[in-house]
Structures are given as C-alpha cells and as structure tokens.
C-alpha cells in the first residue's frame, strides 16, 4: 500500500514540534498529545531543534491559559498573537498573553483635557518646589501626548494626575468629572485615584519596564508611590518606593557620569529627581524602619542664584543636604543591624544638623515650613537613638545628649513655624503629620518622665509647646481624623493635668472628627468655609482667632484609651488602669514602680521608632539620672 502524500502544510503544533503532520483536523500528532490543532501561523526561518517533550508542555500550558482567558473557548482556537521579534512577524509567540492586543486600549474617559490641565497646574503651582523635575514645556507636551502618543507617556500622566487627586487643598469645581465622579470631594477624588491608578497598572503589564527601563518607567513608578502614600496604603507605597529606587539604579542615576553628557535641562532635572528619591526614602526609611537602597554618589544640584528659580532650588538642595546626613551607618544603628555606636558620632550629627542649613533660608514659604520642620524632627530622631543606646546624662555639657532636649527642640521648631501659614504646611500632606506627631509624643513623654525645673525668663513651659503642637496638629487635615485621638490619648496618660490641651476644638471629639474629612485648606488666598463653619483665609500657625469653645474634661482614666505605641500603626487596647507607654514601650499595671519610676521605663526606655531590644535595658541610664 503506498504511503500517504505528505501535505503541504504542517499544523501550528507540529511545526513547532518539528515533527511529520498527517493533515486533518485534528492530526494525528495533535489528536494523541491532546493540542489543539490550528493552522493560522505564517512560516518563518528554521531555528534550532529544542526538546520535543518540552515543546509539547509549552504548547499545553500556553492553550490552557488561552482557554482560560477566552469567554468563549469551547471548541474555537484563539486567535494568534503577533509581536514584533528581532524586526520580524512573530506567528506564535507562546511567551505572550492572548489577551495582549486589547492590553493597551486606553480608557481615555478617566481624564478630561480640562482636569489634566488642573492637575498640572496645581504641580506647579503646589508641589514644583518640592518637586522640581520637570519644566512646565515637558507637562505640557506630556499633556497633548499622552492620548495618542507612547503606553509610558499615558500611564506617566495617569500616575500624575492620581498623585494629585489625593492632595489636600485640591479641588476640580467646575471641571468636568467622568461618570461616577462628578463630585468634588475628597472621597470622590480618591476614588478617582484609585481608578487611575488600576490602569496605569493594566497598561504596564504589557510595557517591558524592567529590561529596558526609562526615566519615565522611575517616574511612574514614583508617582504610583505618592498617590499610595497619599491614600494610607503603607505596603504598596513602600514596594513602588522601592521599584522607583531600583529601576533608577538600572538606569545608572546613581553614577555622576551619566550627567557629563547629554541634554543639559535634562540632566538638571534627573539630578533633582535621584535626590528626590534619595530624600523621600530615607525619611520613609526611618518611619517605616527600612534599608536604604539610594546612596548620595552624585552631586546635589547646582543653584544659579540670577535664575528665576533660584529660590526654589535652595530649597530642595537644603532638604536634601538634611538628609545627605542620614547615612548608611545612622541607618544600621537605627535598624538595630549594628550594635557599636559612640556618644561624639552622636553629638556631631546633631551639629551637623543644626549647621547644614543657613539659619535665614533663601526659599519659599511652603519650603521653609518643610525644611525646617524636617530639620527638627531629625534632630528629634537622633536624640532617640541616643536615648536608646544609653549615652544620655543629666550632667552632660553638651545639651544634645541630655534627657531634656526635646524641649529645646520643642522650643526651635514653635519659634520657626509660628509665623507660617497652615498652607505653607497643608500642601506636605501626612508625611510632615506623622514628623509632628512624633515630636508632639516625644515631648509628652518627657514631660511626664523627667523633672523640669521653671527657668527665670522663659515665658512658655514646655506644656505650652505641647499644647501648640496639639493644636496644630488638629489643624492639619490628616491630623484631624487619625492622629489627634492618638495623640490625645498619649497626652491624657503622660500629662492628665493639662489644662484645655485642644483650645479650638468643639465639645465632642467625635463630631470634630466627622467634621475633620472636609477641613483640608484650599490654595492660598483663597476663600473657603471653615469646618467649623464661616468664610476664613488659611490662617497662620500663630493665630488664635475663630476658635472654639474648649472641650469638655477628659473622661475618667478608664475611659481612656491605652496604646502600646504611638506610631502610626498603633493599635488600642481594652484594659484599663495602666502606666503610660514609654517611648513605645507597653504600658504596666499601676503600682509597680522602681524608686518613684515606672517599671516600664526603668526596665526599657526606648524611643518609639527605635526596634524593641531587651539587651537595652537602661536601669543605668535611670539610675545615672537620678543620682
């Protein structure tokens, strides 16, 4: 009998087999290997041989995932993928998702021209200063492209504009909203975020970000962070903190000849972009009690005192100078991944500090309120790890390494701000909160822990700056809704005598907090209606006007809430009638003391953001102290 003709093509599967096709539908081949068999690809250059057996597993896993994704996959073949390969036509790209061709259809109805325009116009107009790495020509370009032009310019403008959505004191009145967004509040603007932010992340899967990363792939990845932050999700924002950081180094930012050669303006603003990095993960380093991944290998950026943005620019380069000083070394001892430290390292970061900065600061107002208020709250961070290490002393000359300096602190940083606007401070969102609210409770517990004598002079105690430092933070929007009760509850544990600590708030702690949603200050100069109610200008710190009647007295003592620590994920507990936390540290039934000290503190005297290690047991310090 003679052999069957050879046909003259081969099915999808056997080509890619490299094995004899019988025709038909299915083959044979195909018919025992349980394949689908299709005839849809186009014939390309032979390649190399490669094992049949895993051919055939490649061919299965990749129609499994086919059927998968197809809504109608009973009995019909999907159809192929084609990408382009090495300037080619590829038939049969297993390596593809099936669902890639609609991957970068984009939902041009999540933005209006008018509402991009408004988000690039509140950058500009808010954030540029902390901000500097674009010229208002690149947005605009950026803004007339992204419709039609590259997947990364459309999901840098989405990842913008969510980073927007989700500041206080912005608002879209009359700007069209898409569907389901038409009113302007915060939660509606949030919302808004989160859908812009859903995708940016569908259009990247299909962006190969990693293997050929751009500046715009760090970007966005950046502003993915920010808008995260921004909605309180800690875990997301601090991954793509750290995709931002590492396709930076893929990029080779961190290496000063990248910036030798090229566009100049370029350059400038890549510069200040790496630094941003920089200075955003090592404040959210400390908080969080994370590595650092970004080093200062490059220069800060340069300053050209007869540009127009001069002012600017001093600014970020002081910001940045702060935290130059935040190193891998402070970082280990403050991550408790090194254990040697020594009083003079100590004592001489906090000079630098307090000397890397001029003290009249050639910036803007709203940079000033950061600068300044990051620069204490550094010097607060490492008198922490100070404390934690056991290296302070009543009797110490240098007053830095004494238990009392967080009221000098205290002291410096009312001084600076007093006269600043709450916007100049509103437009940094939660991040200078949480600075605030560390160095509110810091000061709490020294008040409640270390004997303070009145000195001849002083006009304020360090309850009055406690006080202020309450009040502010209530002011702020972040503040009102989370951290107040927190700070309230530490305040009525360290401090129960103080008197009227919230002066401006309304009777009930609760309503204050309903109202709270609604109280972020618009742009500056602009009328808006109080939370409290009334038309009122974005006052500054200092001013006591339009507040209102104080609160009630604070509830009996086991009323209160108790909690193990006042950071920003603390967590409340029942049980009444305890000693107050310690710089983080549990609290301790009432009674058990040690000479007048809480056991707490005479057995761990830690500072809230320093790890929890028993081997740091400070009866020493105590007893030095009180000797």
């Not at 990029?251 to 100049?264: A, F, I, R």
Request: overall charge negative; proline content about 8%.
């Amino acid at each position: 009998m003679a052999a069957a003709p050879p046909v003259k093509k081969a099915c999808d599967a056997c080509h890619r087999r490299k094995v004899r096709c019988s025709g038909g539908q299915p083959c044979k081949n195909c018919g025992q290997a349980s394949l689908q068999c299709t005839y849809l690809a186009i014939p390309q250059k032979k390649g190399p041989k490669g094992s049949r057996a895993k051919v055939i597993s490649e061919i299965r896993d990749t129609q499994q995932q086919q059927k998968q994704h197809s809504p109608q996959h009973a009995g019909k073949p999907p159809t192929p993928v084609r990408t382009p390969h090495d300037g080619e036509e590829n038939p049969f790209d297993f390596n593809t998702s099936p669902i890639s061709p609609t991957a970068h259809t984009r939902n041009l109805d999540l933005l209006s021209a008018q509402t991009v325009d408004s988000c690039i116009n509140f950058f500009f107009n808010h954030l540029y200063p902390t901000m500097p790495i674009f010229s208002n020509q690149h947005l605009g370009a950026l803004a007339v492209e992204y419709r039609n032009g590259p997947p990364e310019v459309y999901c840098l403008v989405l990842s913008l504009c969510a980073f927007i959505m989700v500041q206080p004191g912005m608002s879209f009145e009359g700007v069209p909203m898409p569907v389901n967004y038409d009113e302007d509040s915060i939660a509606a603007r949030h919302r808004h975020a989160g859908a812009l932010l859903k995708e940016v992340h569908r259009i990247r899967k299909d962006i190969d970000f990693i293997d050929n990363p751009t500046v715009h792939s760090v970007q966005i990845s950046f502003f993915i962070f920010c808008s995260y932050f921004g909605l309180d999700k800690v875990n997301l924002s601090w991954y793509h903190l750290r995709e931002a950081s590492t396709l930076a180094h893929l990029l080779n930012m961190n290496e000063e000849t990248l910036y030798k050669v090229g566009d100049l303006v370029e350059n400038q603003h890549n510069r200040r972009f790496y630094w941003l990095l920089l200075v955003t993960e090592r404040a959210n380093a400390i908080q969080r009690h994370k590595p650092l991944s970004m080093l200062a290998t490059i220069e800060l950026p340069t300053v050209d005192r007869e540009s127009a943005q001069a002012s600017v620019l001093h600014g970020f380069v002081y910001l940045a100078s702060l935290f130059r000083l935040i190193d891998d070394e402070f970082m280990s001892l403050w991550n408790k991944a090194k254990s040697e430290c020594s009083t003079s390292y100590l004592a001489q970061l906090q000079t630098q500090l307090a000397d890397v900065i001029p003290p009249v600061l050639e910036c803007t107002e709203n940079q000033a309120a950061d600068v300044k208020i990051t620069q204490h709250w550094l010097r607060c961070m490492v008198w922490q790890l100070s404390i934690a290490n056991g290296y302070l002393s009543s009797s110490s000359p240098d007053l830095t390494m004494t238990f009392k300096y967080p009221i000098e602190i205290a002291k410096d940083l009312i001084r600076d701000i007093q006269s600043m606007s709450l916007q100049s401070m509103e437009v940094h969102g939660i991040g200078l909160i949480e600075k605030l609210f560390d160095m509110s409770c810091t000061l709490s517990d020294v008040i409640a822990f270390v004997p303070i004598e009145h000195t001849n002079g002083e006009t304020q105690t360090p309850q009055d700056y406690l006080n202020q430092l309450l009040n502010l933070i209530s002011r702020l929007r972040g503040g009102a809704s989370r951290y107040v009760p927190l700070l309230m509850a530490k305040v009525a544990e360290n401090v129960p005598n103080m008197q009227n600590p919230l002066t401006h708030m309304p009777h009930s702690l609760d309503a204050f907090m309903e109202r709270s949603e609604d109280s972020c200050f618009g742009p500056q100069n602009q009328m808006q209606e109080s939370s409290y109610g009334g038309a009122i200008r974005p006052p500054a710190f200092g001013d006591t006007t339009n507040h209102i009647p104080p609160q009630q007295p604070h509830p009996p003592q086991q009323d209160r809430l108790v909690f193990e620590t006042y950071s920003p994920s603390a967590t409340t507990h029942s049980e009444p009638a305890m000693t107050p936390p310690i710089f983080g540290m549990p609290g301790t039934p009432q009674g058990h003391s040690l000479g007048g000290i809480p056991t707490s503190v005479s057995q761990y005297f830690q500072p809230r953001s320093v790890p929890l290690s028993k081997s740091n047991a400070t009866n020493d310090i105590w007893n030095g102290y009180h000797g």
